[in-house]
Every structure is written in structure tokens, then in C-alpha cells.
């Protein structure tokens, strides 16, 4: 495999982005980063199209190969790089907690995650006027309902969502449950298990964390700021 860096095509304020970023950074993955403005549609340049031609981020190109979904991403660095393994074990048992997760995510947390963030912070900006709240209240009930199954079904008695130690697992999620922040909302405020999981998370990620979120937190203040 090529010695090159990675070069990433990010935008932050897109959650599958900053999981990338983290990751990149946490295991200190040589990259560049190539940002991909969605806001202003960057994303859909002829240059951009023929790296990705769903026209989403993040894609990372790395010694002439392409590579899109973050999942995949994920788990291509994991395997390629010299991490720990307990981002994405090669014991099978271990693995296959990590892929169980990864699979529900997409139809659950990412899904649910977002919708009440474009609801709340996107589809106001974009259109100059609040959501319905009657949908935006079953958006957030939906939401209720997945951050109770993820903690029924994968955090359980352990530390993280698939064992002692944090994965991409817990880095997909983490990234998509922040995202309802940025219209000042804390998704797990009901959660205290969750609220603990999410410390332990942001404990382990350290600086880089906080770096990917800076774009959420200001925007949860120039929110705060307007009501």
C-alpha cells in the first residue's frame, strides 16, 4: 500500500466527516484534509463527481484508491494502519459486535440523529421558518425511542457499545448524537447511562474531539443567542 497520505474530503458539520477527522487525528493517520463545503454545494463539482458519484462526504483517496461511506472508511484505516486493535478487532466474536453496530446504525441512529437536527437548525435557515412542531415532536420521540435501544441493546454492563474499550463503533454513534447539539438540544439528558458512555467517549478521543466539535458548539450558541 501506498506511503502517501491520506487525503480526506470532509465537511465538519457533517457527522460522518468529523468521524473520519477524529479518527484520522486520535491514531495520528498522516492526511491532508480537502474541505467540501455541502452548504454552498460543493459537493457537486464535475472534480468531486468523479470521486464520488453520489456526491457525498466524506470520501478519502489514498495512493490512487478511492474509498466512500464512512463505515467503510473506517474500518479500510483500521486495517491498513497500525492502530489499536480494539477500534476494529480481528478476533471474529469481537469483530462481529462491531459490524452488528455499524449495520443498525445507518436505519437508526444516523437517520433519527439528523432529522431532528435539520429540523431544528437547517430546514429554519434554509427556509426561514421553524419546523411543524408536530413532526418535529415525532422526529424527537423516534429519537427517544433508538438512544433507548442503544443503550438496551449495546451498551448494557460494559463500558462501550461493543466491549471494554471504544471502537468505530462508538465513534459513528457519538458523532451522530452530538449532531442535535448545534440547535441545543441534549438528546441524552434522560440518559444517564448514555451521559456516562458519552464521557467516557469524549475521555478517550481526547483533543481531537473537542477540535471536530467546535463547529457544533458554536452553532448551538449563535442558536441560544437567537431565542
Request: with cysteine; aromatic share 8%.
Amino acid at each position: 500500500m501506498s506511503s502517501a497520505p491520506v487525503k480526506a474530503y470532509l465537511d465538519i458539520l457533517s457527522q460522518p466527516s468529523r468521524a473520519v477527522l477524529i479518527f484520522l487525528r486520535h491514531n495520528r493517520i498522516p492526511h491532508t484534509v480537502q474541505t467540501v463545503a455541502l452548504r454552498r454545494g460543493e459537493q457537486k463539482s464535475a472534480e468531486f463527481t468523479r470521486l464520488n458519484p453520489m456526491q457525498k462526504v466524506p470520501v478519502i483517496e489514498h495512493g490512487g484508491f478511492v474509498l466512500t461511506e464512512s463505515d467503510a472508511i473506517l474500518k479500510y484505516l483500521a486495517t491498513v494502519y497500525d492502530v489499536p486493535e480494539h477500534w476494529y478487532p480481528r478476533e471474529p466474536l469481537q469483530r462481529a459486535r462491531v459490524d452488528e453496530y455499524t449495520a443498525w446504525h445507518h436505519s437508526n441512529t444516523r437517520p433519527h440523529a439528523a432529522r431532528v437536527f435539520f429540523m431544528e437548525v437547517l430546514m429554519p435557515s434554509m427556509l426561514g421558518r421553524p419546523a411543524d412542531p408536530a413532526k418535529l415532536q415525532k422526529a424527537v420521540d423516534e429519537l427517544e425511542q433508538t438512544m433507548q435501544k442503544l443503550g438496551e441493546m449495546f451498551l448494557k454492563r460494559q463500558a462501550f457499545l461493543c466491549g471494554d474499550d471504544i471502537s468505530i463503533a462508538d465513534l459513528l454513534a457519538i458523532c451522530e448524537i452530538m449532531q442535535p447539539l448545534g440547535g441545543g438540544r441534549d438528546i441524552l439528558k434522560n440518559h444517564p447511562n448514555l451521559q456516562s458512555w458519552r464521557s467516557r467517549v469524549q475521555a478517550a478521543l481526547g483533543e481531537p474531539f473537542i477540535e471536530a466539535h467546535g463547529i457544533l458548539y458554536r452553532l448551538r450558541d449563535k442558536t441560544a443567542a437567537r431565542l
